[in-house]
């Protein structure tokens, strides 16, 4: 029998990034490029996307709840499941691009590197959860927390996981960079203007189109 996803026609891209890097602004600039030159491109994000997922997030952000890593490793790929079977497969298959804020990087960034969980753990658990999706290309806009936070004013005090300490983002921010250097991420400078970093993520992109 053949699964869904298996005969995609489209391109998967992930943009990942810490706090106050400008990914979701990035991915609707990037949607937008794509379009204007002619590409059929959707953008979503992580942990959402989708009806199911979207009411996970609510749950995983809350500040009223506070999960073990595990817990919050299992909610965010239950919610990757029913986004993936929901918008992006389809997407894909249609042949469309879809561009994603967040996905599996930042679980293993936030939960292996920032909570400590087993590395390995968390990619197996990543495997299977999203096969048979393959990314064609993940992006990290390099951005420290620090530079993060005071471009976006501090703290959301309603996102349970911006109540963290600057520790724990340093340790999420070491974990990109080490995926970068491991060639998983193609590291995006985010220091300058927003127009600059989006010329340098449509330049990365159209290389695998």
Do not use: W
Not at 14 to 29: D, L, N, P, T, W
Not at 96 to 117: E, H, K, M, P
Not at 172 to 199: H, P, W
């Amino acid at each position: 029998m053949k699964n869904i996803g298996d005969s995609r026609k489209g391109k998967f891209i992930v943009v990942e990034g810490v706090e106050g890097a400008g990914k979701s602004r990035q991915c609707a600039m990037l949607v937008d490029s794509l379009n204007a030159l002619g590409v059929s491109a959707v953008l979503t994000r992580e942990p959402g996307g989708a009806p199911l997922a979207e009411k996970l997030r609510a749950l995983i952000l809350d500040p009223e709840y506070s999960p073990d890593a595990v817990t919050e490793l299992y909610l965010y790929s239950a919610a990757r499941r029913d986004h993936l079977n929901k918008i992006i497969f389809p997407a894909l298959d249609s042949g469309n691009v879809v561009v994603c804020d967040r996905f599996i990087y930042s679980t293993l960034a936030y939960q292996g590197y920032g909570r400590g969980l087993d590395l390995d753990f968390i990619r197996n658990v990543n495997a299977h959860t999203i096969a048979p999706l393959e990314v064609d290309l993940a992006m990290f806009i390099d951005v420290s927390p620090e530079e993060g936070f005071a471009r976006k004013g501090g703290a959301d005090k309603s996102d349970r996981l911006e109540c963290e300490s600057l520790e724990f983002f340093n340790r999420v921010y070491n974990g990109f960079n080490e995926m970068c250097n491991a060639g998983e991420l193609v590291r995006i400078d985010g220091s300058g203007k927003k127009e600059q970093t989006a010329d340098n993520i449509l330049r990365a992109v159209r290389r695998i189109l």
